[in-house]
């Protein structure tokens, strides 16, 4: 039985471009959350998402961010036009319920803009 | 503005002695409780989840919950240096539509 599933593990980006950041849950999951991590930071929630919704996008920057979970195929954060303070580690978290029970997290999306 | 805090290190314990992490949160309403791993350029590992207040223990591990306090701990026994890591403390208030909220982390050494 896979873990939540993240890809790309790294990605380098220059300043303007757009990335997508893609994630797996577990399989049974249906709830997604996604994190961003800065160097010596906690995690900060960004998005809960079911399929084909959009629980709660409270973390998630107002311009330039976006996410979707789609009836097939894995959710997607995507960032565009991408700046120098968008680096971080982007992890990805799949749970069967929204108490967060069975909360797993993916190995993480490495996010570079130069 | 919900809010988890912790005390972020390092913390130096010497190899079987106990640490202790200390964990406080200002969202009354939180429900679930949770203890993460995380070494250097990982993603965190589930620890420890705690939902009712009491202690829980779960081999060397053991979760403290005082939802008056709004107070969480975790005593790891027997210290080993593959415990060092981040430890992230991690809130939920549970049945809405909202994520975790982390704490920073506390950074444990573990001295051989």
């Known amino acids: 039985n896979a873990g939540v599933m993240q890809n790309p593990r790294h990605l380098v980006r220059r300043r303007g471009q757009e990335a997508r950041l893609r994630c797996s849950p577990m399989?049974?999951?249906?709830?997604v959350y996604w994190y961003r991590q800065l160097p010596e930071e906690g995690l900060k929630f960004m998005v809960y998402?079911?399929?084909?919704?959009?629980?709660?996008e409270s973390g998630m920057p107002k311009e330039r961010f976006s996410a979707e979970f789609p009836k097939e195929g894995p959710s997607i954060l995507r960032i565009q036009q991408v700046v120098r303070g968008d680096s971080a580690a982007y992890f990805c978290?799949?749970?069967?319920?929204?108490?967060?029970?069975?909360?797993?997290f993916g190995s993480g999306t490495r996010l570079t803009v130069v | 503005q919900k809010e988890v805090e912790q005390n972020s290190g390092p913390l130096s314990v010497p190899e079987g002695a106990i640490a202790s992490l200390n964990c406080t949160y200002s969202?009354?309403?939180?429900?679930?409780f949770f203890w993460y791993r995380q070494y250097s350029g990982k993603s965190p590992e589930l620890i420890m989840s705690i939902y009712s207040n009491g202690d829980k223990e779960d081999g060397r591990f053991t979760a403290q919950l005082n939802k008056a306090s709004q107070y969480v701990s975790l005593l790891i026994r027997d210290s080993q240096p593959s415990d060092s890591a981040t430890y992230l403390c991690?809130?939920?208030?549970?049945?809405?539509?909202?994520?975790?909220?982390f704490g920073k982390g506390t950074h444990l050494i573990i001295q051989p």
């Open positions: 969202d009354r309403g939180s429900q679930s």
């Open positions: 998402l079911q399929k084909e919704n959009i629980i709660d």
């Open positions: 978290a799949s749970s069967r319920n929204d108490r967060g029970e069975g909360y797993t």
């Open positions: 991690a809130v939920n208030r549970g049945g809405g539509a909202d994520g975790l909220t």
């Open positions: 399989k049974g999951h249906s709830h």
